[in-house]
């Protein structure tokens, strides 16, 4: 009896940390199998690559853990990709005056901002005041803003958007730099955004209350908490996520297309249930989901440095996807398991 | 005297002409009550009587068709629990409304949390007072446990907890509080109600446990049909008093007279030696025991965590590693799965209806179908009118109050909804059915009946094993009643010698007093 609860102990923590162990076999692997891979560029390009992934799969991390899904954030990150853009390469025309404002970088960056937080509200607000389905909800916005992404160039790429000395908009390009030369900066405000989002989420009372809607949202209700406003800041959250993916990813390629970050919300789908969020809500960390962005990009880059054809490329990451959730439906019954016992050894 | 008759005068808060209407059902009609302060005021009512009803009204959680509220001489009016909470009222709903995925001082203090500065919840606190509250109901467990991973009983403490951390508590509604603690923690609880209504403090208090009530009650009101019948301090009533204000006529449940001569029966199901250890030693079910015939109707008796759910579960197959053999119609057979289980013939009720037996998603009809849709495919389609025809003669059969089959589950009162899951058992047409505390939150008068439904499919040659904590309940059904105490079988008493006092006794044997 003692020896099968020694064996389940170890095999839950093994079973605990895999996506890290997950990660370690594939930093190996890729090392032996492409030759370049274990160099100071590959580290970088995995990283900023990581950096977007990772900031996306946070904001849809508190999404999925009150019971949701937010579809829209990769159409998201193209239009306010492509807000910015727009701003600094043609301005603000306002036809009224006749006039053509340019703005700052940081006013560029908040403006985008909201941008983001107002399609999280609309979510938001479709979701809790309409009931629509989460997953409906986010699928119509996923067009409407690829649409609009679109229809502000008429599909065309804003490029080279550095900005013009004598207009006072340069810098844009900072976001996509690295500075002492080696750290990048999305990488930077991919650890801010996930310390105050982990702090935010284990140490307040906001924190509980989106655990609590994902856990039973009746009695979330029931017992006082404003379950409506909290989905409706949880996706507003997602939308300014998706919006700083959106400036980081255009700052990066110097260039907003109005394509950029098609199919990545399933990037931040698959990063946060590799990271052990569960689907059916209430259940989730911010930790774990940067160890899950982390593995969805060393498979990406990883794959593309040994030549793996695209087509097999997404093949592989399904398969590791759908293996992630295998693995973790067994660790929780694992777990019921051991806690059975648990319980009836206090009886 | 003098200062019981003061008391009696000062009122906490009166409904006044409340009427709520649901699509199809008038839950309350015209209903006037008062919360008498500082004493304990029992709500009494058949199933769907509109109790619960009531108290979500003066909760916040529902609001009222039409009719008001006063607290004093003031008009109030709730439009959520906040509000509700904010002029300090409580409540433990009759449903376990708690959050499986959180420990247990989350559950405690959701939406209520203690922080340091603004935003940083104190945890350290919480612990504290969670260990504090749980000792002072005689139930520690500790805070950091999952909710999930507790019993319903230790649920049921939790849910009780939450409401006792609030400190300007004016009334605390109790809906059917003890429906799954055991005697020991009924006590408890009664205990620190009394300690409650001393400082001041109204409490409601709803079960369909009438003893209970003649025990801890101060005032008594009665609801039928959703109408005020009648109130009247409990000093001057007594049970078949309320029994029949309850239902209009007198019931009591009446022993079963059946002459039958069970060693001529043919054995159906036998089990020899179960066994299911304690991973840390010990056992949880000890070398227990037993045969069901042919007709019969077994009770299994037993203090709460005597074992009694855990051999349901190793007859269900949810304890592979279990040891012992079980015999199905003279033949041992290896129990592995449910669906196996099920397959051979066995059909589980199980204890928590929330939980294990009702998909709340789905409407009242289809629950009742569900496990049973084989029986109505005919080619790959189900055949509608087969199905609908049997669901409604379950409806009838068990008296489920409803008014349209096709209404969401929820939307039926909690009794109402047990009655659901024992229907659903019997459609699936068992050999066996086991019933786990299939009359938890049910009143007299549908424990009569869903018993009369047992009696009947018992005569027709199903054979059921039954679990009540409930005596009087397992005298009245059973044929031959087992007895467990700390996973061992103590009794095994037929026909007139299962006596309340035998029954009591078998179920201590090995217990040291607390
Ligand atoms: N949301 C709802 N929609 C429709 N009908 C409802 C709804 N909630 C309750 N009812 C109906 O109102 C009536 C009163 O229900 P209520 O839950 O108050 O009964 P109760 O007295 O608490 O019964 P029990 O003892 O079984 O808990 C029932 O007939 C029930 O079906
Ligand atoms: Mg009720």
């Given at each position: 009896?003692?020896?099968s609860k020694t064996n389940h102990s170890i095999a839950m923590t093994v079973l605990k940390g895999r996506t890290f162990i997950v990660l370690v076999v594939l930093l190996i692997f890729f090392s032996f199998a492409a030759p370049n891979f274990l160099s100071e560029n590959t580290f970088m390009l995995i990283a900023k690559h990581v950096a977007l992934y990772g900031i996306l799969a946070i904001g849809m991390t508190y999404v999925i853990i009150t019971g949701g899904i937010d579809l829209s954030v990769g159409a998201v990150v193209g239009f306010t990709g492509m807000i910015a853009g727009g701003l600094i390469q043609e301005g603000l025309t306002l036809q009224i005056f006749g006039v053509t404002l340019y703005f700052s970088v940081p006013w560029i960056v908040l403006i985008v901002i909201v941008c983001g937080a107002l399609i999280g509200w609309l979510n938001g607000i479709i979701i809790t005041r309409f009931n629509v389905a989460p997953f409906i909800a986010t699928l119509g916005m996923m067009y409407v803003a690829r649409g609009f992404a679109m229809l502000r160039s008429n599909g065309a790429t804003y490029s080279d958007i550095t900005g013009k000395p004598a207009l006072g908009n340069t810098g844009f390009d900072f976001f996509g730099s690295s500075i002492f030369g080696k750290i990048p900066v999305g990488v930077i405000i991919l650890v801010v955004i996930a310390l105050i989002t982990a702090a935010i989420l284990k140490e307040t009372p906001f924190g509980w209350h989106v655990l609590s809607i994902g856990g039973n949202e009746r009695a979330a209700k029931l017992s006082g908490v404003k379950v409506n406003r909290v989905k409706i800041i949880v996706y507003i959250l997602s939308g300014v996520c998706a919006a700083i993916v959106g400036i980081i990813t255009t700052s990066q390629l110097v260039a907003a297309h109005?394509?950029?970050?098609e199919s990545w919300e399933m990037n931040a789908i698959a990063a946060a249930v590799l990271g052990g969020t569960s689907m059916a809500g209430g259940v989730g960390t911010i930790g774990g989901t940067i160890v899950g962005a982390f593995v969805i990009g060393v498979i990406n880059d990883g794959m593309v440095m040994c030549g793996v054809s695209e087509f097999w490329q997404m093949v592989i990451k399904g398969l590791v996807i759908?293996?992630?959730v295998i693995i973790d439906q067994f660790q929780r019954n694992l777990q019921a398991k051991i806690a059975l016992q648990a319980r009836n050894e206090n009886k | 005297m003098n200062t019981n008759e003061?008391?009696?005068?000062?009122?906490c808060l009166r409904a006044e002409n409340i009427s709520k209407i649901y699509p199809g059902t008038v839950a309350l009609d015209n209903v006037s009550f008062e919360v008498k302060t500082g004493r304990v005021n029992v709500l009494i009512g058949e199933n769907g009587a509109g109790k619960?009803?009531?108290m979500k009204i003066i909760a916040g959680i529902e609001q009222p068709s039409s009719g008001k509220l006063f607290m004093g001489d003031q008009e109030v009016s709730f439009?959520?629990?906040?509000?509700?909470?904010?002029?300090?009222i409580g409540i433990i709903h009759q449903e376990l409304s708690l959050f499986p995925n959180l420990n247990v001082y989350q559950n405690i203090f959701m939406a209520r949390e203690k922080t340091k500065g603004h935003f940083q919840l104190n945890n350290k606190q919480h612990a504290e007072l969670t260990e504090r509250i749980l000792a002072k109901l005689e139930h520690p467990i500790p805070p950091e446990t999952l909710v999930g991973n507790l019993r319903v009983g230790q649920q049921q403490m939790i849910e009780i907890a939450r409401n006792l951390i609030q400190d300007d508590l004016k009334i605390l509604i109790m809906d059917e509080p003890t429906s799954s603690l055991s005697a020991q923690e009924v006590d408890v609880l009664f205990k620190l109600m009394r300690e409650l209504t001393e400082e001041g403090i109204s409490i409601v208090y709803i079960s369909h446990r009438l003893e209970e009530i003649m025990r801890i009650g101060d005032h008594v009101t009665i609801l039928r049909d959703g109408k005020y019948v009648v109130d009247e301090e409990v000093s001057k009533i007594d049970v078949p008093w309320i029994v029949q204000h309850m239902v209009g006529t007198d019931k009591t449940y009446h022993k079963r007279e059946r002459s039958i001569d069970w060693s001529k029966a043919e054995t159906i199901l036998e089990v020899k030696n179960l066994t299911l250890p304690k991973s840390g030693g010990g056992y949880l079910v000890n070398h227990v025991s037993f045969e069901v015939k042919k007709g019969e109707i077994l009770g299994i008796y037993g203090l709460l965590g005597a074992g009694r759910t855990e051999i349901f579960e190793c007859i269900m197959g949810l304890h592979p590693e279990h040891e012992g053999e079980i015999f199905l119609n003279g033949e041992p057979i290896s129990v592995k799965s449910i669906s196996e289980q099920i397959d051979r013939g066995f059909a589980l009720?199980?204890?928590?209806?929330?939980r294990e037996g009702l998909v709340q998603t789905l409407d009242i009809g289809k629950n009742i179908s569900l496990s049973s849709l084989k029986n109505y495919v005919k080619g790959p389609f189900l055949d509608k009118q087969q199905e609908n025809a049997h669901i409604d003669e379950v409806i009838k059969d068990i008296h489920i109050k409803v008014s349209d089959k096709k209404l969401p589950i929820l939307s039926l009162s909690g009794g109402n909804q047990q009655k659901v899951v024992i229907g659903k058992g019997i459609l699936t047409q068992p050999k066996i059915l086991l019933l786990d505390e299939p009359s938890r939150g049910i009143d007299i008068g549908a424990k009569t009946e869903?018993?009369?439904?047992?009696?009947?499919?018992?005569s027709r040659g199903l054979s059921i094993v039954v679990i009540s904590s409930e005596l009087k309940e397992i005298i009245a059904i059973a044929d031959r009643v087992i007895v467990l105490s700390n996973g061992k079988k103590t009794a095994e008493l037929t026909g007139d010698d299962i006596k309340e006092d035998s029954l009591v006794l078998a179920s201590y044997q090995g217990h040291h007093g607390h």
């Amino acid at each position: 009896m003692k020896n099968s609860k020694t064996n389940h102990s170890i095999a839950m923590t093994v079973l605990k940390g895999r996506t890290f162990i997950v990660l370690v076999v594939l930093l190996i692997f890729f090392s032996f199998a492409a030759p370049n891979f274990l160099s100071e560029n590959t580290f970088m390009l995995i990283a900023k690559h990581v950096a977007l992934y990772g900031i996306l799969a946070i904001g849809m991390t508190y999404v999925i853990i009150t019971g949701g899904i937010d579809l829209s954030v990769g159409a998201v990150v193209g239009f306010t990709g492509m807000i910015a853009g727009g701003l600094i390469q043609e301005g603000l025309t306002l036809q009224i005056f006749g006039v053509t404002l340019y703005f700052s970088v940081p006013w560029i960056v908040l403006i985008v901002i909201v941008c983001g937080a107002l399609i999280g509200w609309l979510n938001g607000i479709i979701i809790t005041r309409f009931n629509v389905a989460p997953f409906i909800a986010t699928l119509g916005m996923m067009y409407v803003a690829r649409g609009f992404a679109m229809l502000r160039s008429n599909g065309a790429t804003y490029s080279d958007i550095t900005g013009k000395p004598a207009l006072g908009n340069t810098g844009f390009d900072f976001f996509g730099s690295s500075i002492f030369g080696k750290i990048p900066v999305g990488v930077i405000i991919l650890v801010v955004i996930a310390l105050i989002t982990a702090a935010i989420l284990k140490e307040t009372p906001f924190g509980w209350h989106v655990l609590s809607i994902g856990g039973n949202e009746r009695a979330a209700k029931l017992s006082g908490v404003k379950v409506n406003r909290v989905k409706i800041i949880v996706y507003i959250l997602s939308g300014v996520c998706a919006a700083i993916v959106g400036i980081i990813t255009t700052s990066q390629l110097v260039a907003a297309h109005p394509a950029t970050g098609e199919s990545w919300e399933m990037n931040a789908i698959a990063a946060a249930v590799l990271g052990g969020t569960s689907m059916a809500g209430g259940v989730g960390t911010i930790g774990g989901t940067i160890v899950g962005a982390f593995v969805i990009g060393v498979i990406n880059d990883g794959m593309v440095m040994c030549g793996v054809s695209e087509f097999w490329q997404m093949v592989i990451k399904g398969l590791v996807i759908v293996l992630a959730v295998i693995i973790d439906q067994f660790q929780r019954n694992l777990q019921a398991k051991i806690a059975l016992q648990a319980r009836n050894e206090n009886k | 005297m003098n200062t019981n008759e003061k008391m009696e005068d000062a009122v906490c808060l009166r409904a006044e002409n409340i009427s709520k209407i649901y699509p199809g059902t008038v839950a309350l009609d015209n209903v006037s009550f008062e919360v008498k302060t500082g004493r304990v005021n029992v709500l009494i009512g058949e199933n769907g009587a509109g109790k619960s009803t009531l108290m979500k009204i003066i909760a916040g959680i529902e609001q009222p068709s039409s009719g008001k509220l006063f607290m004093g001489d003031q008009e109030v009016s709730f439009h959520d629990t906040t509000e509700a909470r904010s002029h300090g009222i409580g409540i433990i709903h009759q449903e376990l409304s708690l959050f499986p995925n959180l420990n247990v001082y989350q559950n405690i203090f959701m939406a209520r949390e203690k922080t340091k500065g603004h935003f940083q919840l104190n945890n350290k606190q919480h612990a504290e007072l969670t260990e504090r509250i749980l000792a002072k109901l005689e139930h520690p467990i500790p805070p950091e446990t999952l909710v999930g991973n507790l019993r319903v009983g230790q649920q049921q403490m939790i849910e009780i907890a939450r409401n006792l951390i609030q400190d300007d508590l004016k009334i605390l509604i109790m809906d059917e509080p003890t429906s799954s603690l055991s005697a020991q923690e009924v006590d408890v609880l009664f205990k620190l109600m009394r300690e409650l209504t001393e400082e001041g403090i109204s409490i409601v208090y709803i079960s369909h446990r009438l003893e209970e009530i003649m025990r801890i009650g101060d005032h008594v009101t009665i609801l039928r049909d959703g109408k005020y019948v009648v109130d009247e301090e409990v000093s001057k009533i007594d049970v078949p008093w309320i029994v029949q204000h309850m239902v209009g006529t007198d019931k009591t449940y009446h022993k079963r007279e059946r002459s039958i001569d069970w060693s001529k029966a043919e054995t159906i199901l036998e089990v020899k030696n179960l066994t299911l250890p304690k991973s840390g030693g010990g056992y949880l079910v000890n070398h227990v025991s037993f045969e069901v015939k042919k007709g019969e109707i077994l009770g299994i008796y037993g203090l709460l965590g005597a074992g009694r759910t855990e051999i349901f579960e190793c007859i269900m197959g949810l304890h592979p590693e279990h040891e012992g053999e079980i015999f199905l119609n003279g033949e041992p057979i290896s129990v592995k799965s449910i669906s196996e289980q099920i397959d051979r013939g066995f059909a589980l009720v199980p204890e928590d209806r929330q939980r294990e037996g009702l998909v709340q998603t789905l409407d009242i009809g289809k629950n009742i179908s569900l496990s049973s849709l084989k029986n109505y495919v005919k080619g790959p389609f189900l055949d509608k009118q087969q199905e609908n025809a049997h669901i409604d003669e379950v409806i009838k059969d068990i008296h489920i109050k409803v008014s349209d089959k096709k209404l969401p589950i929820l939307s039926l009162s909690g009794g109402n909804q047990q009655k659901v899951v024992i229907g659903k058992g019997i459609l699936t047409q068992p050999k066996i059915l086991l019933l786990d505390e299939p009359s938890r939150g049910i009143d007299i008068g549908a424990k009569t009946e869903v018993f009369d439904i047992i009696n009947q499919y018992a005569s027709r040659g199903l054979s059921i094993v039954v679990i009540s904590s409930e005596l009087k309940e397992i005298i009245a059904i059973a044929d031959r009643v087992i007895v467990l105490s700390n996973g061992k079988k103590t009794a095994e008493l037929t026909g007139d010698d299962i006596k309340e006092d035998s029954l009591v006794l078998a179920s201590y044997q090995g217990h040291h007093g607390h």
